[in-house]
């Protein structure tokens, strides 16, 4: 099964899924911002700030979601030794580190005209910025521990030991009382948002994830060119 992630194995097909991503994406880009800045209605109390949800949110999602693949993936290669899902924690931490920069930043935008304030010490913005330090952290150990193995051995146990901060973040707005929002969107059909700004809001974070999916492929190409070069030049 492992096999399947070899990079020699897949390395013929990133081209064409980054091709068949570059030829839908643009197409569904637009689509996505009609919905978002021209058809979904304002909000009754928030007007047209409300809109900024429609990155905000898919950004906090992705970040979360980004961060939590790569600590799986890191007690896997911790317990089965797999080198090539180091490489793809490398790829997936920047694209991981821009969104919930791009989260917090949105964040700020958002709760100026809504809480009239750029920044408060809430529980879920702070766990936000300590997830971003941990992104930063796991980045830095590669880039700045020389020996690989030991780089990875770091950064996998920062990715693990991160993994704390994602229930906190997720359960925050319910375990204290905080300035954020409870979640409009429940997997348990009990979903507060209406119909009308969830479709944007799902076209968004459909194209936000094609963006990932594009970035992360083109990062996972570079670092299998990268180590084939080091392995040609050893030869």
């Keep these: 099964m492992f096999d399947l992630i070899n990079p020699s194995r897949i390395f013929n097909w990133i081209e064409k899924?980054?091709?068949?991503?570059?030829?839908?994406?643009?197409?569904?880009?637009?689509?996505?911002?009609?919905?978002?800045?021209?058809?979904?209605?304002?909000?009754?109390?928030?007007?047209?700030?409300?809109?900024?949800?429609?990155?905000?949110?898919?950004?906090?999602?992705?970040?979360?979601?980004?961060?939590?693949?790569?600590?799986?993936?890191?007690?896997?290669?911790?317990?089965?030794?797999?080198?090539?899902?180091?490489?793809?924690?490398?790829s997936i931490a920047p694209i991981g580190l821009l969104f919930t920069c791009l989260a917090i930043i949105t964040g700020s935008l958002w709760g100026q005209p809504t809480w009239g304030t750029w920044w408060a010490w809430d529980a879920r913005i702070t766990s936000m910025l300590v997830l971003s330090i941990f992104y930063i952290l796991f980045i830095l150990a590669h880039k700045l521990i020389d020996n690989k193995d030991r780089a990875n051995k770091v950064a996998n146990l920062i990715a693990i030991i991160g993994l704390i901060n994602i229930p906190v973040i997720r359960y925050s707005v319910d375990w204290w009382n905080t300035l954020h929002q409870p979640s409009s969107i429940k997997l348990d059909g009990t979903s507060s948002i209406h119909p009308s700004m969830l479709l944007p809001l799902m076209l968004m974070l459909l194209v936000l994830l094609l963006y990932c999916a594009l970035i992360l492929l083109m990062k996972y190409k570079t670092e299998i060119i990268r180590i084939k070069k080091k392995n040609i030049k050893r030869i």
Excluded at 38 to 45: A, K
Aim: hydrophobic letters at 60%; proline letters at 4%.
């Design 17 to 90: 899924l980054i091709n068949f991503i570059n030829s839908i994406f643009f197409i569904l880009l637009i689509i996505a911002l009609t919905f978002a800045l021209v058809l979904s209605p304002p909000d009754y109390l928030q007007g047209d700030s409300v809109r900024i949800m429609y990155v905000h949110v898919p950004s906090a999602w992705i970040g979360l979601a980004s961060f939590t693949a790569i600590a799986l993936l890191s007690i896997i290669s911790f317990i089965f030794k797999i080198k090539n899902l180091n490489l793809i924690t490398k």
